[in-house]
């Protein structure tokens, strides 16, 4: 078998480990040194379920997303499939090294969803964003980390706090959906939507198509 070759290396601000980008032929993954694998450009099929039935979900005309985590980009080009071209989306991404991969060696996984003229990279925490509670977004998608338990960020335990959740209210427009990816099931921060004042459907899905782990999703309309 071929083995697998450590590509590039980046550090996660507040000390939040090393990220380790590998490839394996066609394959790429990106570890978190000592804690495993964070993704793999073999399994992505719940971050697309992520983005497609969140834009189902859209009521606005000229929509304006945010994406919170760019990961390997296929949150980010599915959600492109699935709006108009007049919409805008917005990705933030802490690490600035994970947006030269997808600029580069990693752009071809998911098709080059940053040279789509209506997106647009912020550099830095989405929580920037959030904490600016004015309502700027018709749909918040929050694929960051391992859902609502960080791992290589604890400032990612904010967006998922009670003071995270109502900020994303806040950057809402009227009807607008907040969407969130986790690893695994979590009632109590559903609960949370709720106390914030969401609507919330949950989803279970398989990670690649009908096979492997099952994540849970969160739609919450305000």
């Not at 590509?7 to 394996?24: C, I």
């Not at 066609?26 to 399994?43: D, N, P, Y």
């Not at 806040?170 to 690893?183: H, M, Y």
């Amino acid at each position: 078998m071929t083995p697998w070759q450590l590509l590039d290396t980046a550090t996660v601000p507040g000390n939040g480990g090393e990220l380790q980008l590998y490839q394996r032929g066609t394959e790429f993954s990106i570890k978190l040194a000592g804690r495993g694998e964070l993704m793999s450009s073999r399994v992505h099929g719940s971050e697309e379920v992520l983005a497609e039935q969140t834009c189902v979900r859209l009521t606005a005309e000229h929509p304006r997303l945010l994406i919170g985590g760019l990961g390997m980009g296929f949150t980010l080009a599915a959600a492109l499939r699935h709006v108009g071209e007049q919409a805008r989306i917005t990705v933030a991404e802490l690490v600035p090294a994970v947006v030269s991969w997808n600029r580069g060696v990693l752009g071809g996984c998911a098709g080059y969803p940053l040279q789509d003229p209506r997106v647009s990279v912020h550099d830095g925490d989405v929580a920037q964003l959030l904490k600016r509670e004015e309502p700027a977004y018709d749909a918040i998608v929050l694929d960051v980390d391992n859902g609502p338990e960080g791992l290589t960020h604890r400032n990612n335990n904010w967006l998922y706090s009670m003071d995270g959740l109502n900020a994303a209210y806040a950057a809402l427009r009227p009807a607008g959906i907040l969407a969130v990816w986790s690893a695994g099931a979590a009632p109590e921060f559903m609960q949370r939507l709720q106390k914030v004042g969401f609507d919330v459907d949950e989803m279970r899905v398989r990670a690649h198509g009908k096979k492997g782990a099952r994540h849970t999703l969160w739609f919450a309309r305000r």
